[in-house]
């Protein structure tokens, strides 16, 4: 089985870049499956139905999301009503959407870290609870880990090691060099990266965000303009749900 998972999709730009680059993924790789972090998918923070539906029409199957999730309060009919859009497993019961699905096949799994994100559950804690409890599980499981420290992404991917088929870390919008297999046989990334403007910083418009470091006064940041980046790694499953191979996927969308 192979499965594509994109980085943090930003914006009106990215969504287009999804549209144009997915189609074309899939037929060339035989793609199974293909995940996307959405949660900076409607003006560069949060998520809207529209975008959900514009994303799952552009060929994702499954949409994660992260600490931006709630940014729009429409979206939570989208993760009450059936549709393939995830939030972090670990915030607090109670929370409308749910944290995991099954979709052909294979679980997927939205984590969110804690290290400078924000007092939620403890990740681990709720990964545990989850493989012990859902049954019967898939063979194929993936986690999409939303957090900022490498170290934090790192030590999950470790724990998880031989439990889980890939542990792929996002939100810093940067993609790391380190996608391998680790020694039990799970695939692993600390960041995927973006889907956004190439000339930004993380996806949002270099000279506001500039602006803001130099005067440290609260102002809008809108995503940024310019050739457009997509960031992804695909992924190999075996039957006995072990990663058999992993490597990034990037490309630039949009000449100049």
Not at 51 to 63: C, M
Not at 67 to 92: A, Q, T
Not at 173 to 187: E, F, M, S, Y
Not at 209 to 219: A, C
């Amino acid at each position: 089985m192979k499965i594509l998972l994109i980085g943090d999709v930003i914006g009106k730009p990215g969504r287009k870049a999804v549209a144009t680059v997915v189609p074309g993924l899939r037929r060339e790789y035989g793609i199974d499956l293909i995940i996307a972090n959405g949660e900076n998918a409607s003006g560069g923070i949060g998520l809207t139905p529209s975008s959900v539906e514009e994303l799952l029409g552009a060929g994702v199957d499954v949409i994660t999301s992260g600490n931006h999730i709630w940014k729009h309060r429409e979206i939570i009919e989208s993760l009450e009503g059936g549709l393939p859009v995830l939030r972090p497993l670990n915030y607090p019961p109670g929370v409308p959407g749910q944290g995991y699905l099954v979709k052909n096949g294979v679980m997927i799994v939205n984590l969110m870290g804690r290290v400078f994100m924000g007092e939620l559950d403890c990740p681990f804690h709720a990964m545990d609870r989850l493989l012990e409890t859902v049954s019967p599980k898939p063979a194929a499981v993936i986690v999409d880990f939303h957090a900022e420290a490498t170290s934090e992404k790192g030590a999950m991917g470790m724990y998880l090691d031989g439990r889980v088929s890939v542990v792929a870390g996002t939100h810093t919008h940067v993609g790391t060099v380190d996608a391998r297999i680790l020694p039990k046989g799970t695939a692993f990334v600390s960041d995927i990266g973006m889907v956004g403007p190439r000339d930004s910083v993380i996806g949002d418009d270099a000279e506001a965000v500039i602006n803001k470091f130099l005067t440290q006064m609260p102002r809008h940041l809108s995503v940024g303009k310019g050739p457009v980046i997509f960031n992804s790694v695909l992924v190999e499953i075996g039957a006995d749900g072990k990663a058999v191979g992993i490597k990034r996927v990037d490309t630039e969308v949009f000449g100049k």
